[in-house]
């Protein structure tokens, strides 16, 4: 009688290792870290909030005055709202999409985005990206590599990032037209350096 009763939670808990409801758990949780908590960005401001936002999905945030990243959700520095803007962001292999993209708005003093091997990145969340005022202003260097949703509509979307100096793209296996992609570009924003790593 003992024996069935451990059975049968042995047999639920082999029915959740499969790999498509393990697959399904992830997506859900990296949801999770990606909802958007407006009341958290009141209480402690935009950078503190993006800030948590970014580490708790696995990228790593530099400050603006300072030269370490940050890589630790518990040692994010203390101090004075306000005191700890966010230069810098490294996505790589980070769970950030789209529905965390509101984390961003505040953001006054990005300067350089990397954005490699994030799975859930696509055309939508580049043209969230270059439709955030802020960014538009700030954002000088942007980085996209290996990011295998991304297509050519999604690059063509960043002409709206006025001030951008320079775009590195590497390892894009659904940009299709990059010739005409990059000339687009290069006719919104003259100044801009493009670097092209594509097959």
Known sequence: ????????????????????????????????????????????GPDRAASEWLLRCGALVRFQGYEKWQRDYNGLPTGPLGKYKIQAI????????????????GL???????????????????????????????LLRLEIISCGNVTDRGIIALQKL????YLFLSDLPAIRQRETTVQILKKSLPSLEVKLDLE
């Open 1 to 44: 009688m003992l024996l069935g009763k451990l059975v049968q939670p042995a047999r639920s808990l082999k029915k959740l290792s499969s790999p498509g409801t393990c697959r399904h758990f992830w997506g859900w949780l990296n949801a999770v870290f990606n909802k958007v908590d407006y009341e958290r960005i009141q209480a402690v």
């Open 90 to 105: 490294d996505a790589t292999e980070s769970c950030i999409m789209y529905r965390g993209f509101d984390y961003l708005d």
């Open 108 to 138: 006054e003093h990005v300067e350089e985005i990397k954005l490699c091997k994030c799975i859930y990145i696509q055309d939508e969340c580049l043209q969230r990206l270059s439709q955030t005022v802020n960014l538009q202003k700030s």
């Open 162 to 165: 006025r001030n951008l100096e």
